[in-house]
């Protein structure tokens, strides 16, 4: 069984310049989230997809972040622009509706933002 | 607001045992996972409470008390390999949005 998939697993951008992020789910996993993580800190939720539809964005700081999930199965991340308390690990993550607590995680999207 | 409290540093040596401890005071309650995650890689599922008491995985244990809003995560025959970070996460809610909320993690290093 395939795991989650993201890309790219580095990125270094100048601050105010724009960065996407891209993950590919287990299969059949309804369910897909983002995370960050910050250096020494646990993982921090984003937002939570069910099929194409938005279960908990109240993270999100949405002036700048954006993240879509169009045919239910991959997912964009999108930081515009970015700041540099934006420097952090992406991670995607996916589980079966019901088994949240058992998430599959990538390997995430280190950010430098310089 | 929502906050879990696990020990910043643990050390213990191979073969040994050792516990991590996980407090949590949260607005919903809906079950206690950990979660494994080497330097550098991505956290991995290790074991989930929804009722108390323990629940065994080999080398692994957790164990969860509701009323005491307390739960351990127990290693046993500790092996080099077993140096990590350890991050406990609770389940807010079964329904809607089920996501975990995470603490801060515990890294434990496995000396000889």
């Known amino acids: 069984e395939a795991g989650v998939a993201q890309s790219p697993r580095y990125k270094i951008i100048e601050k105010r310049q724009s960065v996407a992020f891209w993950c590919n789910p287990i299969?059949?996993?309804?369910?897909l989230y983002w995370y960050q993580q910050i250096l020494g800190q646990g993982p921090k939720l984003l937002i939570q997809?069910?099929?194409?539809?938005?279960?908990?964005d109240s993270q999100l700081p949405k002036d700048r972040f954006s993240a879509e999930r169009l045919k239910g199965v991959d997912s964009t991340l999108k930081i515009q622009p970015a700041k540099l308390e934006d420097s952090a690990v992406y991670l995607c993550?996916?589980?079966?509706?019901?088994?949240?607590?058992?998430?599959?995680f990538g390997p995430g999207t280190r950010l430098t933002v310089t | 607001g929502q906050s879990l409290e696990q020990p910043s540093e643990v050390t213990a040596v191979e073969g040994a045992i050792v516990q991590i401890n996980c407090t949590y005071q949260t607005s919903g309650f809906y079950g206690l996972s950990w979660y494994q995650q080497h330097d550098g890689g991505a956290p991995t599922f290790l074991s989930y409470n929804a009722l108390d008491g323990l629940e065994e995985t080999g080398r692994f244990s957790s164990f969860l008390s509701r009323s005491d809003s307390y739960g351990y995560l127990l290693l046993q025959e500790l092996q080099m390999k077993d140096s990590a970070s350890y991050f406990c996460a609770v389940s807010l809610d079964q329904t809607g949005a089920n996501n975990l909320f995470f603490g801060t993690g515990t890294r434990l290093t496995v000396i000889p």
């Open positions: 299969s059949g996993h309804a369910t």
């Open positions: 997809f069910q099929n194409n539809g938005v279960v908990d």
């Open positions: 993550a996916s589980s079966l509706v019901d088994s949240s607590y058992e998430q599959y």
